[in-house]
């Protein structure tokens, strides 16, 4: 099967040639039947000479699916800018949860003031999170 990325199967893209399946040698088809040793040499000397523009061109259209996937991925992100002292929220992980606070306690904590940076917590009282706390989903706190 032809990769989308590519538009080649991944035996044209190593060999340089499309492949046969064995019922077609067994059983004259139109396609192999009409094939003879000197075109099929002029057919590959012509493949050679176009080989680095052919990789280019399978190259370009890798890095375009590559570029509508993250368009895709991107299209709905929220960028958040924070500044220090902001009141922002964090997501409550596995281990910072309470212990029996079960599936439906709550699922943000804080707030928290941005102390120093984006990633530098502290929690009301003044007293600074420990940086090893995860603090890449913050929102922020609105009063």
């Not at 019922?23 to 139109?30: D, I």
């Not at 590959?44 to 370009?60: A, P």
């Not at 929220?78 to 309470?98: C, I």
């Not at 603090?135 to 922020?140: F, G």
Request: glycine content about 6%; overall charge positive.
């Amino acid at each position: 099967m032809a990769k989308l990325s590519t538009s080649e199967t991944p035996f044209s893209l190593i060999y340089g040639s499309n492949s046969l399946i064995p019922v077609e040698v067994g059983e004259p088809t139109l396609r192999y039947s009409q094939e003879n040793e000197e075109s099929n040499n002029e057919a590959l000397l012509l493949k050679l000479d176009l080989l680095k523009e052919h990789m280019d061109m399978s190259y370009v259209r890798m890095v375009a699916q590559k570029q509508r996937i993250e368009g895709f991925y991107n299209h709905m992100v929220n960028l958040r800018y924070f500044k220090v002292g902001d009141l922002v929220l964090r997501k409550a992980t596995q281990s910072t949860r309470e212990v029996n606070a079960g599936k439906l306690g709550p699922m943000w904590e804080g707030p928290y003031r941005i102390r120093k940076g984006s990633y530098e917590l502290e929690n009301q009282d003044g007293v600074k999170l420990p940086s090893n706390c995860n603090v890449t989903h913050l929102k922020r706190h609105y009063r």
